[in-house]
């Protein structure tokens, strides 16, 4: 009948609303479920998280106990050759130093707050620190001097006194090493103590491409002038490198020569050589040379007329050439380091060398025989 029909109707529609809403619980049941295992996983990720933290953490802060992060930031007070910490840091500092060494300090000149690097170097001993102490007037006195490479090098250098290595030239008493920082002292004299000590001072990423004959003839010069520790000026170590060094102070001036070694390049001795020499325009022409041919006396090798013959010339026409304007004095330096230079295009340059000293009436005649018999005084020319 049709209220049958209408009964079933209605009991279908009741069972598809219960169906629907079944189907509804049970999505709302697998999205909570679903929520809850997303929940649990991201908590899982988070804990897993912090706990790479916890122990990154941990290991940063047992890492920095073992080596305090202090010892690796560097406080330098200089850029280049200048100063740029404050006043008030600069007397603080300059105080400490004084208290702390007992030195006079001038506060006015703040070169000697490179003195404080070495004051601070946990490296040095006490003793060392006060022969290094000593460079003051050296820093001090050069305007032209890279402060900041200076101060690096001073606040970490370490001295090691060690034996020579083997094979190692036994006239090599001691040498810097750059890269580490180092002084390696192989037979202890003052004066190779001091040598290596500026090599400390002005070597760096700019002076190191300087040749090596300039870089040891300036380095030997500053030793004697500041430290006067040869009994003998002609008679000392680079003997060849320093009277050239001199030379070249006579042509082109010491402040031209003293400014080219700290900055780390010859263009300004190339310049003036280039004004100086006859003919004209040959500075580099001289420097190419000049390093060819030192090159060849420190490493033993051949030396063929070619590599003096033409440096002798260009010295010879310059001295020929300042007789009639130069003074007595200068001119007899002139031409004793032009002698002495002339020796090194002989077969025999150090043999020469010590037979034209003989020829200067040298006061202290005891100070060459000793020279003469030391073989670590002879350098690279040992004939």
């Known amino acids: 009948s049709?209220?049958?029909?209408?009964?079933?109707?209605?009991?279908?529609?009741?069972?598809?609303k219960e169906y629907e809403e079944y189907v509804k619980r049970r999505r709302q049941r697998r999205n909570r479920k679903k929520d809850k295992e997303e929940r649990r996983k991201n908590i899982q990720i988070a804990l897993l998280t912090l706990g790479t933290v916890a122990l990154s953490l941990s290991a940063l802060i047992s890492l920095c106990n073992r080596y305090p992060l202090s010892q690796y930031q560097s406080k330098n007070y200089f850029k280049q050759e200048k100063l740029i910490a404050k006043e008030e840091v600069v007397d603080s500092l300059m105080q400490q130093l004084e208290e702390g060494t007992g030195l006079d300090i001038d506060y006015e000149d703040s070169s000697n707050l490179l003195l404080y690097a070495i004051y601070q170097n946990e490296n040095l001993t006490e003793s060392e620190k006060e022969l290094l102490y000593q460079f003051s007037d050296l820093i001090c006195s050069n305007p032209y001097l890279?402060?900041?490479?200076?101060?690096?090098?001073?606040?970490n250098v370490a001295f090691c006194y060690v034996d020579r290595p083997e094979g190692k030239d036994t006239s090599v008493l001691g040498e810097y090493n750059y890269k580490e920082n180092k002084i390696y002292i192989y037979s202890y004299q003052k004066d190779v103590v001091t040598h290596e000590g500026i090599h400390c001072i002005y070597f760096n990423n700019s002076t190191k491409y300087l040749p090596n004959w300039f870089c040891e003839g300036m380095t030997q010069l500053l030793n004697n002038d500041f430290f006067d520790l040869a009994k003998v000026e002609e008679i000392d170590y680079y003997v060849f490198e320093v009277a050239m060094t001199k030379m070249l102070c006579e042509i082109v001036g010491e402040d031209i020569v003293l400014k080219s070694f700290s900055k780390g390049s010859m263009y300004d001795i190339k310049t003036e050589l280039d004004k100086k020499l006859s003919p004209k325009n040959r500075g580099n022409d001289f420097l190419e040379k000049t390093?060819?041919?030192?090159?060849?006396?420190?490493?033993?090798?051949?030396?063929?007329?070619?590599?003096?013959?033409?440096?002798?010339?260009?010295?010879?026409?310059?001295?020929?050439?300042?007789?009639?304007?130069?003074?007595?004095?200068?001119?007899?330096?002139?031409?004793?380091?032009?002698?002495?230079?002339?020796?090194?295009?002989?077969?025999?340059p150090f043999r020469n060398y010590c037979s034209y000293l003989l020829s200067l009436d040298l006061e202290d005649y005891e100070s060459y025989v000793y020279f003469k018999k030391t073989d670590a005084k002879t350098y690279s020319y040992q004939n």
Do not use: H, W
């Open 291 to 348: 390093t060819t041919l030192f090159f060849k006396c420190e490493y033993g090798l051949p030396i063929c007329p070619d590599d003096s013959e033409k440096i002798l010339e260009y010295l010879g026409d310059y001295v020929e050439n300042s007789k009639d304007n130069t003074d007595q004095d200068k001119l007899k330096r002139i031409q004793k380091y032009y002698n002495m230079l002339s020796c090194l295009a002989t077969e025999k």
């Open 2 to 16: 049709l209220e049958d029909l209408l009964k079933e109707i209605a009991k279908d529609e009741q069972e598809c």
């Open 146 to 155: 890279n402060k900041e490479e200076a101060y690096e090098s001073l606040e």
